[in-house]
Every structure is written in structure tokens, then in C-alpha cells.
């Protein structure tokens, strides 16, 4: 007599569509029953990723994982492939019953190819030489603003952190690097520097005192 699937597994299986159909039509979601004398899926849904359907086999990295007994941990976020050569993106994660032996596991793959193709084409549309490198500032401009703008965009980017995230002395050291450059000589400078780092144009200021007194 065959035998019956574990509730555990059973109560599991509307997940496999909620999944699927929640990523799309590139996401595969197994459910696959392991016991002794059966490692296969049980449901399954966009089977065509990998070309699958209910009683086929666990893919090797799942069989590998199983060989591990009750020690297998869950393989998250892995990089796959189908048989046809699809490149997918993989989770494996195991059930466990009561007595937290392994019955089953959940699994989802996802095919990118396609975007490994874009990855590849954008890559190569945006690479560029170099040698040949330029900084806004290499451009002559007519608009005093535009300069300000360049040279106060640059700071921050080279900075690495959003303004929101700044405390006094990093914002104050973003004044400094500007105040090298010769940013504040530019009419309009505080206001506009001080309406950027969210702080009034008393406290740019300041931190010029700050900056003049400390050298």
C-alpha cells in the first residue's frame, strides 16, 4: 500500500502556486517528499523551467544536501543550472516533522537567463576607457550654478553616504572638502550648500569658523 503523504508536506502544497505565481512566470516551486524510499516531488508548479513534473527526481545539489541525514542545512540563494542549460537562481529549504527528522523540502528556481544576457549587455554598453576618464569640472560651463552644483554632487558622491546619515563632523568635513575646492567664493554658495546638508545658513557658517579656527 502506498504511503500516505505527511500532513506536514500536504498542508504545504498550495504554497508551491502562492509562490510561483507571486514571482512569475520564470519561477519553479517544488515541494519534494524524502524518505527512505522516495526523494521526489510531490507538487509542482511552472515546471517548464527545469522541465519537471510530480514523481520526478531531486536535482543534485538538493541529493547532496539530503546525504547529510538530519544535518542538512538550508542552501539559500545559490546559483543553479537545468539540464537544458538554463542559469538559475536556487533556494533549497528542508521540512522537518515533529521530531525534526527531514520529510521534505521546499524548493524555488528561478531562470535567469535572461537577465545574465541583459547583465552581460549592459556591462559592455556602459564600460568605458579608463584613460579617456573625465571629471565634470574638465568641461568648461557659462553657468556659475552648474559649477556649484558640479562640485557640491561630486563631494557627496565621492562621500559614499546619504545626508541623512551624516552627524555634525561628517557634515562639516563635507564643508571643508568644499571649501577647498573654492566652492563658498561662488555667490550663492551657502545658501544653496546649507539647503543640501539640511542645516541653516548659520550653521554652514560655523563650520567655516570651525574649519578657519582648527586650520
Given amino acids: ?21 507571486t514571482i512569475g512566470k520564470n519561477c519553479e516551486v517544488v515541494l519534494h517528499e524524502i524518505s527512505d524510499s522516495k526523494k521526489s516531488i510531490v507538487a509542482i508548479y511552472n515546471g517548464y523551467v527545469t522541465g519537471r513534473s510530480v514523481g520526478s527526481p531531486m536535482m543534485d545539489v538538493g541529493l547532496k544536501a539530503v546525504r547529510k541525514g538530519n544535518d542538512a542545512d538550508n542552501i539559500l540563494n545559490y546559483k543553479n543550472k537545468s539540464s537544458d542549460g538554463k542559469v538559475l537562481k536556487s533556494t533549497t529549504m528542508f521540512i522537518r516533522d515533529e521530531k525534526e527528522d ?12 535572461e537577465f545574465v544576457v541583459a547583465q552581460k549587455s549592459l556591462e ?28 557640491v554632487s561630486e563631494t557627496l558622491e565621492n562621500y559614499g553616504k546619504p545626508v541623512a546619515y551624516m552627524n555634525k563632523e561628517e557634515k562639516v568635513n563635507i564643508v571643508k572638502k568644499l571649501d577647498e ?22 550653521t554652514i557658517y560655523n563650520y567655516l569658523d570651525e574649519i578657519r579656527v582648527n586650520g
Fill in 102 to 113: 527531514i520529510i521534505g523540502c521546499l524548493c524555488i528556481n528561478i531562470d535567469i537567463s
Fill in 181 to 202: 575646492q573654492g566652492a563658498f567664493l561662488i555667490k550663492g554658495a551657502i545658501d544653496y550648500v546649507a539647503k543640501i546638508l539640511c542645516v541653516s545658513r548659520y
Fill in 124 to 151: 559592455e554598453l556602459i564600460q568605458t576607457d579608463s584613460k579617456m576618464e573625465m571629471n565634470m569640472g574638465d568641461f568648461v560651463t557659462n553657468n556659475v550654478n552648474d559649477v556649484l552644483m558640479n562640485i
Fill in 1 to 21: 500500500m502506498v504511503k500516505a503523504l505527511h500532513p506536514i508536506l500536504k498542508s504545504m502544497i498550495p504554497m508551491v502556486e502562492g509562490i510561483a505565481r
